[in-house]
């Protein structure tokens, strides 16, 4: 979390974050403080809850063709954020623009 915030513009930057088990919510709370006190990126974030039940029927829509994903493009995180900003920025993206953190490649 710490090197993404790092990398946002202070100003007009915005981190969003999925929270889970290891989720250091004290980091996440300064960094919404320090937002509000003209010092960062704004920072929102949710929690969520894994549901198999629900995946498993996502997983079947798919399946069945009935819910595609499409993806433009997809970009390293570091090194590919900002040709993302702009595709995104001039609206002509036809599916998802994808930032890859790992690749496991």
Known sequence: MARSLAVLKQDTGH??????????Y??????????????????SYIA????????????GLMEAGKVKLIVDKSLPLFGGAGEAMERVAAGHVRG?????????E
């Open 96 to 104: 998802k623009v994808v930032l890859v953190v790992v690749d496991d």
């Open 26 to 43: 004290e980091a996440l709370n300064n960094a919404k403080e320090a937002h509000e006190a003209g010092k960062g990126p704004s920072v």
């Open 48 to 59: 969520v809850q894994p549901n198999g039940e629900q995946l498993g029927q996502i997983l």
């Open 15 to 24: 981190y969003s974050h999925i929270a889970n088990a290891s989720t250091d």
